[in-house]
Nanobody, 125 residues
């Protein structure tokens, strides 16, 4: 069993920044890929960013590329998502998820097997 707990969400003005954290337990963290997804009201869940087990490979959705940065600290069993230059359309519940390490970064939510409960990010205009 794997537990993922997100934190760091909140209300921020457009152009502002937030850093989300996801603390993991129950699985060898350094062997899993981690992803961030988000879901806005009335919309489907969408991929945001992912990072390989060792942290050497990252991948971003086009909508966040250049503004968001995913990173991980395997010593702390934590993955982070730095959100900069936030826009109102970034408003959503943000979820972290894990999956066993593989050759390629995965961007489909169905390919991740454990999920956190989510943290709300609200960006005001």
């Amino acid at each position: 069993q794997v537990q993922l707990v997100e934190s760091g969400g909140g209300l921020v003005q457009a152009g502002g920044s937030l850093r989300l954290s996801c603390a993991a337990s129950g699985r060898t963290f350094s062997s899993v890929h981690m992803g961030w997804f988000r879901q806005a009201p009335g919309k489907e869940r969408e991929f945001v960013a992912a990072i390989s087990a060792g942290g050497g490979t990252t991948y971003y959705a086009d909508s966040v590329k250049g503004r968001f940065t995913i990173s991980r600290d395997n010593a702390k069993n934590t993955v982070y998502l730095q959100l900069n230059s936030l826009k109102p359309e970034d408003t959503a519940v943000y979820f972290c998820a894990s999956r066993p390490g593989s050759m390629y970064i995965r961007t489909q939510g169905t390919e991740y097997d454990y999920w956190g409960q989510g943290t709300q990010v609200t960006v005001s205009s």
